[in-house]
C-alpha cells in the first residue's frame, strides 16, 4: 500500500505526458498579467470591476470545454478500438492461413510465411500511411525486394498490401489448398482491415471544425484577461497566483483535447501504434516457428512413400 500512494505521489510530479510544456508560457503570462492588475489597484487605480465576471459565464466556458474534451476523446477511442480490431483481424486471419492452407513443398511453405509477413507489413504500412511518412525500412524487412519498390511508387501502400493478402489467398483457391468457405471468412477478414483503416482515415480527415477550436481560444483568452479586474477587490496580491492556477487549468483541459484528437501521431498521450506493431510482428513470428521447415516436409513425404510401398 506504501508503494502504491508513492507511485501516485509520483505521477502527481510527473512532467512527461503532460501538456505543461505546451501551455507553461500562458500560464506564466497570466500569472504576472494578474499581478500587474494587483499593482494597479495598490496604485489606487479604478481596476476592481466585479461586473465583468457576468461577461463570460464559468458554466458556459465549462460546458465549451466539456464538450471539446469529450469529442476529442471519442476520437480518441475510436481510434483505439479500429487499431484493436486490426491486431484481431491480423491474429485470426494469420491463424487460419496457417491451419487451412496446407504445404506439400519447401516454396509452398515460404509462400506461407511472405503472406504472414504481409499481415505485419498491413498494419505498419498503416501506422506509416496515417503518420504521413514515407514507405521505410520496417516494411523492406517484411517483403520481397520487387514489392519494396513497387510499394515505393504506390499512393496508399496499406491497401496495395492487403491486395496481395488477397491476391495469395485465390492463388491458394486455385490449387485447392482452400475451399470456397475458407476463402470467404479469410476475405472477409481482409475487408474488415480495410474497414478499419477507412475508420482511421475517417478519424485523421475529419478534424474538429475550426471555427469551434478559433472560438474557444477567443473565450478563454477573454475570460482570463477578464478574470483578475473581477477577483483583485477580494485577493489583492494573490490575484496573480491564483490567475495562473485558473489558466493553467483551462488551457491545461483545451491542450489536452487538442492533443489526442488525432491519436495517431508521435504525441506521449497518443496511440502507442509503434509497441501494437511490434506486439503483432511478435506473435506472427510465433506462428511462423509453428510451420515446418523443409527438411520435415521432405522427411513426411519420405515417410509416405515408404508407407506406401510397404
Excluded at 498503416?126 to 511518412?133: A, D, G, I, M, N
Excluded at 514507405?135 to 515505393?152: A, G
Excluded at 510465433?286 to 522427411?299: E, G, M
Aim: charged share 20%; aromatic share 10%.
Amino acid at each position: 500500500m506504501g508503494s502504491q500512494k508513492l507511485r501516485q505521489l509520483r505521477l502527481a510530479f510527473r512532467i512527461k505526458g503532460t501538456v505543461i510544456t505546451k501551455i507553461y508560457h500562458r500560464f506564466i503570462f497570466f500569472g504576472v498579467f494578474g499581478e500587474f492588475v494587483s499593482l494597479l489597484y495598490y496604485l489606487n487605480l479604478p481596476v476592481s470591476q466585479p461586473i465583468l465576471g457576468s461577461v463570460i459565464p464559468s458554466i458556459v466556458l465549462g460546458l465549451l470545454l466539456v464538450f471539446r474534451t469529450n469529442t476529442a476523446y471519442d476520437r480518441f477511442w475510436e481510434g483505439r478500438k479500429a487499431w484493436g480490431d486490426i491486431v484481431n483481424d491480423v491474429r485470426n486471419l494469420a491463424r487460419l492461413i496457417l491451419v487451412s492452407i496446407e504445404q506439400v513443398s519447401p516454396e509452398e511453405r515460404n509462400e506461407k510465411v511472405d503472406a504472414l509477413h504481409l499481415l505485419v507489413a498491413f498494419a505498419i504500412a498503416t501506422k506509416v500511411h496515417l503518420r504521413s511518412q514515407p514507405v521505410n525500412n520496417e516494411l523492406k524487412e517484411l517483403m520481397s525486394e520487387s514489392r519494396y519498390v513497387r510499394l515505393l511508387g504506390m499512393n496508399h501502400p496499406p491497401l496495395e498490401i492487403a491486395f496481395w493478402i488477397g491476391d495469395y489467398l485465390q492463388q491458394q483457391s486455385k490449387n485447392d489448398r482452400l475451399n470456397n468457405y475458407q476463402l470467404i471468412m479469410m476475405q472477409e477478414l481482409i475487408n474488415s482491415m480495410v474497414d478499419n483503416l477507412g475508420a482511421c482515415e475517417r478519424i485523421l480527415k475529419t478534424p474538429i471544425p475550426l471555427a469551434y477550436t478559433i472560438h474557444l481560444k477567443q473565450l478563454l483568452l477573454l475570460y482570463c484577461l477578464l478574470l483578475p479586474f473581477q477577483l483583485v477587490d477580494q485577493l489583492g496580491w494573490g490575484t496573480g497566483f491564483i490567475l495562473a492556477v485558473i489558466s493553467f487549468t483551462l488551457f491545461g483541459i483545451e491542450a489536452i483535447g487538442l492533443e489526442i484528437e488525432n491519436p495517431f501521431g508521435f504525441d506521449d498521450n497518443d496511440l502507442p501504434l509503434n509497441a501494437i506493431c511490434d506486439t503483432m510482428k511478435r506473435n506472427i513470428e510465433d506462428l511462423i516457428s509453428l510451420i515446418p521447415v523443409a527438411a520435415s516436409i521432405d522427411r513426411q513425404e519420405d515417410n509416405s512413400v515408404v508407407s506406401k510401398l510397404y
